[in-house]
């Protein structure tokens, strides 16, 4: 019995101290667990102080380059209209901002060809009353030009002040999807029912097509569409870009560059000319948008 007694109060003893060992892990356990706890919260707290001071110092770069006369913004939206000097085009532009300085442009570019020897002729009518579309005489395709396009803009000088004007350089570049449509004449055909007909060039139909005194009209954007050819290609483009937008939320500028596009085949805009296959060019463009 005594025996019994002993074994039973050392069972009880062992219990406790299990116990015990395991109260002394749990506590040590929750400090550790508080102690991690503390640690990240003060982490979250240094990061959240920290991303807060950025933006402060954010803000503060804003308003001193603002003074300073500098284009601060997030990204920009362009439309913009291009007179060139062998023809015409129009553009929309989304630019983001990359740096102080530096922006990245994408582009979608439209363009149609001007031949220089392209003279437009009136050949119906009396005295100086006309009728009928101006034609061109001796051109044989409409060159049209779909210029996706990828570049940069750089401020290479910023706005003294609000009224000032910032300069930058722009330089692009990318594919040229060109479009070759026939052009068409109406002319004279005593064999028609209407005494007129509509046609584009063939070898078999050239006198007609190069007879000034058959040719009655020009016929607009009415034919040709659906005989378009694409013609494949590359173009470059650098210019200045002068900003004179009284508000940095505002463009207003007027662009002033060179471009060069070079074509997978020749292509033929004047029948007694000579066919191209580069292209070279200067423009003057006008720019409106805003910025964000």
């Avoid at 050949?123 to 579309?133: K, L, P, Q």
């Avoid at 044989?140 to 940069?152: D, H, R, S, V, W």
């Avoid at 000032?164 to 070759?180: K, N, Q, R, T």
Wanted: charged share 20%; glycine share 8%.
């Amino acid at each position: 019995m005594p025996y019994l007694s002993f074994k039973y109060v050392n069972l009880l003893s062992n219990n406790n101290l299990v116990f015990v060992k395991k109260i002394i892990f749990s506590f040590f356990f929750l400090v550790s667990v508080l102690a991690v706890s503390a640690q990240k919260a003060a982490t979250r707290k240094d990061v959240r102080n920290e991303k807060k001071d950025a933006r402060k110092e954010k803000i503060n770069t804003i308003i001193k380059q603002q003074e300073e006369g500098a284009l601060v913004y997030n990204k920009q939206n362009v439309f913009g209209f291009r007179l060139n000097t062998d023809g015409w085009g129009i553009l929309y532009e989304k630019g983001y901002l990359k740096s102080a300085k530096v922006t990245n442009l994408f582009a979608l570019e439209f363009d149609e060809k001007k031949h220089p020897k392209e003279m437009k002729l009136q050949s119906a009518g009396n005295g100086w009353f006309s009728v009928g579309t101006p034609y061109v005489y001796g051109k044989k395709n409409i060159f049209y030009q779909l210029k996706p396009t990828f570049g940069q803009q750089r401020m290479i000088g910023a706005k003294a002040n609000k009224n000032g004007i910032a300069v930058l350089a722009v330089y692009e570049g990318g594919v040229s999807i060109g479009l070759e449509r026939p052009y068409y004449i109406r002319i004279a055909d005593p064999n028609s029912s209407s005494g007129t007909r509509d046609l584009k060039y063939s070898q078999a139909d050239s006198a007609n097509f190069l007879n000034p005194g058959n040719i009655l009209s020009g016929t607009g954007l009415k034919h040709g569409w659906s005989d378009m050819k694409i013609v494949p290609g590359v173009h470059a483009k650098a210019a200045l870009r002068f900003d004179y937008g009284r508000f940095n939320d505002l463009v207003a500028a007027i662009e002033v560059g060179v471009n060069v596009e070079a074509y997978a085949k020749k292509v033929e805009i004047m029948l007694l000319n000579p066919s191209q296959q580069v292209f070279y060019n200067a423009y003057v463009a006008i720019l409106l948008g805003k910025r964000k």
